[in-house]
């Protein structure tokens, strides 16, 4: 017989579930579960920092473009010394 298919019962043997909430917190899980720690501050602020010394960075990069990419102005980049005796190759 299926389970959702049920008979006729009767009114004293009818039983009826109801879900109760556990005052008590499971183990492990106390007062304090899920509130921020002060290891999620510190995460943040490094966080902010690395984000502030990229930045610092790209700006660093993108000042030293050239202002166009037009081929009259262009000139070959110097090379370094360690490049100068490499076959190109």
Do not use: N
Request: zero cysteines; charged letters at 20%.
């Amino acid at each position: 017989m299926s389970p959702l298919l049920v008979g006729p019962v009767s009114v004293t043997q009818a039983v009826v579930s109801v879900p109760v909430q556990d005052p008590a917190p499971p183990p492990g899980q106390g007062e304090e579960f899920g509130k921020a720690s002060p290891v999620a501050l510190v995460v943040i602020i490094l966080l902010a920092l690395v984000t502030i010394v990229l930045i610092r960075s790209m700006t660093k990069r993108i000042r030293r473009l050239p202002t166009s990419f037009d081929g009259s102005d262009a000139q070959p980049p110097a090379r370094d010394a360690e490049d100068a005796g490499r076959d190109p190759s």
